[in-house]
């Protein structure tokens, strides 16, 4: 079985500050994790991903992630947010072929 | 190359009809999966295919919605005597291979609406 927790159902940030999107999974295998965006009426788009290759993972747009197996996160980060980053944010966790999804996280950027 | 396609875009009914929802996967990606996103919510979902196979309808929420896929192509969705609670934006992705890291690409969904 395999679940993900965004610990944060809404981030409200000044633009120009950091960003941090909590996420927690749990997973009886190797889990492969995502992050997915999805700006207002578009569709879903991928960020990064961990592939086991390095535990920080760079994305798109200056987002990065770090999992730590210790604490079973990986969570979304970055440095300076922008206007454009207002969006809906999904943490998802997968194994074998099926992919769990958490309920997501707004984020609303402030001028 | 193109991407996820899915049709109609949008769709109104009237609560008891029928509706079909199309979804055209990227050329030469074996899974397909279905999801429903209710506004302000998760995805949700709905069914997996293997080919056109699906071994994993567990999200179907009830015998009213059925979905098909013709070979590693085109899969519909249907939903039989539609109820206002199946408005939704019903999205579709498909992935070169199930498992691993393999990135699941989204459709941009079909929006219905049940009156």
């Known amino acids: 079985a395999q679940s993900v927790t965004q610990l944060d159902s809404h981030v409200s940030v000044s633009e120009g500050t950091p960003v941090l999107l909590r996420c927690n999974y749990s997973?009886?295998?190797?889990?492969?994790l995502f992050w997915y965006v999805q700006h207002p009426n578009k569709g879903l788009q991928l960020l990064l991903k961990y592939t086991s290759a390095a535990t920080l993972v760079k994305g798109i747009n200056g987002f990065e992630a770090e999992f730590k197996k210790s604490e079973t996160s990986f969570h979304l980060t970055k440095p300076s947010a922008h206007m454009s980053d207002a969006a809906e944010y999904f943490c998802v966790v997968s194994s074998d072929y099926k992919l769990s999804f958490g309920a997501g996280t707004t984020v609303t950027v402030r001028a | 190359g193109a991407g996820v396609s899915q049709s109609p875009s949008n769709k109104v009914t009237e609560k008891g009809k029928d509706v079909e929802l199309r979804c055209d996967p990227i050329?030469?990606?074996?899974?397909l999966y279905w999801y429903r996103q209710r506004l302000g919510q998760g995805l949700e979902f709905l069914i997996y295919?293997?080919?056109?196979?699906?071994?994993?309808k567990s999200g179907l929420p009830s015998d009213r919605f059925s979905a098909e896929r013709t070979g590693e192509s085109v899969s519909t969705l249907t939903i039989q005597r539609t109820q206002q609670e199946d408005s939704a934006v019903y999205l579709c992705?498909?992935?070169?291979?199930?498992?691993?890291?393999?990135?699941?690409?989204f459709g941009p969904g079909t929006r219905l609406t049940v009156l």
């Open positions: 992705a498909s992935r070169l291979r199930a498992g691993g890291s393999n990135e699941q690409f």
């Open positions: 050329s030469g990606h074996t899974a």
């Open positions: 295919f293997q080919g056109n196979s699906a071994p994993d």
């Open positions: 997973s009886s295998y190797s889990p492969s």
